[in-house]
C-alpha cells in the first residue's frame, strides 16, 4: 500500500524543520518557537540553504540598524499624526487587523518633514511593534500561533501627484524590499480597497520586492464598496470592523472611522517641514520666467520613443507657487492628465518626481501662472527622459506660450 502523499510532505516538512534547527542553534531568535522558525523555511520553499542565509542576513541587519532597540525610540510627532496605521481589532482567525489609508497619506510632505532614516526607522517601529503584541497575544490565548496579521490598504483619494514623488517611491520600495527579506509570512491576508486604475503603475513598481506567497494572499477591489465590503465581513466580524468600512464599530463620540484607533492621514502642515527657507537652485538648473495673468503659461513637450521610459522632474520657484501638470497626448483620447494640474509651493521647497511613460509618444509637463494677476515666476528646472538604466538623455523641449 503506498503512502499517502500529504502524509510524505507533512514528513519531509518536519523533517527539514528538525535540520533547519540544527543549523541555527547559535541563532539569537526574536521568537524561538517552532512557528516562527518555520516561517523562513516557508519563505524559501523549505530550501535548507536558502532559508538559513536569509535568517543569518535578517540578524545581521537587526544587529546593524539596532532593530532590538527600535521599540524604545520615540517616533517624530509628524509621522505619528499623519501616517494612517492602527490596529482596529481581530478578524475571524484571532489575527490583528490593522488599517492604513494610504490613499489620504501626504508622503511628499512626510518625506520633506523627516530625515529618510527616520522615515525607514518609523516604519521598523511598526512591524515591530506588530511582531511583539502578536507573539504577546499568542503566549497570553494560545492563539493565533502562527503569528501573522490582516491588513486593510484603502486607496481612496490616491493620485498620480502622491506616487509621483521619486524619494517616497524609493522609500516605499525599500519597506517592501524590508518586509519581504526580514519579515516573512507575517501577514495572513491583505485587502486592497478602492484601487484606482494607477494602482497598476503603482503594483508592477513594487512587484519585484513582493514574495509570491504574499502577492497570494491578496484580494484587491476597485471602488466598488459592496463587493469589498462583503469580502471584509467574510473574514471579519463586523463589531471588528468600523462602520467606515462596513462594519458596525464606532468610536465613544460615534464617529465611524474610528480615529481614535487609527488617523486618515491628511495634508502635512509646512510648519513640520525641515527647512522653511527657500530651496536654492542647482548649476544644471535650467531658468524660465512666467508672466502672471491669462498668457502666463509654460508647456514643456517630450517625445518619448520607448514604452515605459521614465520622466523625471525637479523644479523651483522664485516669487510665489506655480501650477504644475503632466500629461500625455492621446491620438484616441486627446490630453490624458498623469499629473493633474495643481498649485505647487516650489518657493518653499523643491518639487521632484517622476512618472513612467507607458506609451511612446508626446508628454507635456506645463507651468501655470494664470491664477496669479500681479506676480511673475522664476522658475528654474531640469526635466529628463531616462530610456534604459544605463544612459540619461534630456530631450529637447518646445516651448510655447
Given amino acids: 500500500m503506498s503512502a499517502d502523499p500529504v502524509d510524505e510532505i507533512i514528513d519531509k516538512k ?29 519563505a524559501r520553499s523549505y530550501n535548507i540553504n536558502e532559508a538559513e542565509k536569509m535568517l543569518r542576513a535578517s540578524l545581521a541587519w537587526r544587529e546593524e540598524n539596532e532593530i532590538d532597540q527600535v521599540l524604545k525610540w520615540t517616533q517624530p510627532e509628524v509621522m505619528l499624526k499623519y501616517v ?77 501627484r502622491q506616487i509621483a514623488c521619486r524619494t517616497a ?14 519579515y516573512p509570512e507575517i501577514c495572513r491576508r491583505i485587502f486592497v480597497i478602492n484601487a484606482p486604475k494607477l494602482f497598476t503603475v503603482i503594483f508592477n513598481i ?12 491578496m484580494k484587491i477591489f476597485s471602488s466598488n464598496r459592496k463587493e469589498w465590503t462583503a469580502a471584509l465581513l467574510e473574514e471579519i466580524d463586523a463589531d471588528q470592523l468600523p462602520a467606515f468600512y462596513g462594519g458596525t464599530m464606532v468610536d465613544p463620540d460615534g464617529d465611524p472611522k474610528c480615529p481614535s484607533k487609527f488617523n486618515m492621514g491628511g495634508k502635512v502642515p509646512y510648519s513640520y517641514y525641515l527647512s522653511n527657507s527657500a530651496p536654492v537652485a542647482k548649476d544644471y538648473m535650467e531658468t524660465m520666467n512666467i508672466i502672471a495673468g491669462s498668457s502666463g503659461c509654460k508647456k514643456l513637450k517630450y517625445k518619448v520613443d520607448v514604452a515605459n521610459s521614465i520622466l523625471k522632474w525637479e523644479f523651483m520657484t522664485e516669487g510665489g507657487d506655480i501650477g504644475f501638470r503632466v500629461y500625455f497626448k492621446s491620438a484616441e ?14 518657493h518653499l521647497v523643491t518639487e521632484e518626481g517622476e512618472l513612467i511613460c507607458v506609451n511612446p509618444g508626446k508628454y507635456v509637463v ?14 528654474r528646472y531640469h526635466i529628463v527622459i531616462i530610456d534604459c538604466p544605463a544612459s540619461e538623455s534630456q530631450t529637447t523641449a518646445a516651448v510655447v506660450g
Fill in 333 to 346: 483620447e486627446g490630453p490624458v492628465d498623469l499629473v493633474p494640474l495643481s498649485r505647487t509651493e516650489s
Fill in 14 to 42: 518536519k523533517i527539514a524543520l528538525l535540520e533547519f534547527k540544527k543549523r541555527i542553534h547559535d541563532c539569537k531568535l526574536f521568537d524561538p518557537r517552532d512557528e516562527y522558525i518555520q516561517k523562513w523555511l516557508v
Fill in 169 to 182: 517611491v524609493q522609500l516605499g520600495t525599500e519597506q517592501t524590499r524590508v518586509n519581504n527579506l526580514y
Fill in 206 to 217: 513594487l512587484k519585484p520586492f513582493v514574495a509570491q506567497e504574499t502577492q497570494a494572499k
Fill in 84 to 160: 494612517s496605521y492602527g490596529k482596529i481589532g481581530h478578524d475571524k482567525f484571532d489575527c490583528p487587523v490593522y488599517v492604513s489609508a494610504q490613499g489620504r497619506i501626504d508622503y511628499r510632505g512626510l518625506v520633506q518633514s523627516v530625515t529618510k532614516k527616520d522615515y525607514l526607522r518609523c516604519h521598523n517601529y511598526n512591524q515591530e511593534k506588530l511582531m511583539q503584541d502578536m507573539l504577546e497575544q499568542c503566549l497570553r490565548t494560545g492563539k493565533n500561533v502562527d503569528c501573522q496579521s490582516t491588513l486593510i490598504l484603502d486607496l481612496e483619494c490616491l493620485s498620480m
Fill in 366 to 379: 506645463v507651468f501655470d501662472n494664470t491664477f496669479s494677476m500681479l506676480r511673475s515666476k522664476k522658475l
